[in-house]
């Protein structure tokens, strides 16, 4: 059984991981466990959600703007 031979493109994988995992660092960035959920295993939706309570209690608030991820302090020190 011959298989095709299939060259390898290098930008062409990176377009497709990025495809993929964008959306879920971006889920794991807004805390959108029920997106992880779908993705993820349990460990990690766990952690996620650990962080974004310790954010909370900071008042620390994560977005995402022009895909770069950034965290604002909002508070007395801000």
Known sequence: MQFP???FSLPEFR???QEVVRPI???YYKGDV???KKYCIP???ERCSAEHKVYAS???VVDKKEDALCC???GKYA
Do not use: P, T, Y
Request: charge should be negative; aromatic fraction near 10%; avoid cysteine.
């Open 25 to 27: 660092l971006n889920a």
């Open 34 to 36: 029920k997106f992880l």
């Open 72 to 74: 604002h302090f909002h």
């Open 5 to 7: 031979v299939r060259s």
């Open 58 to 60: 900071q008042n620390i």
């Open 43 to 45: 460990e990690v939706i």
């Open 15 to 17: 377009d497709e991981v």
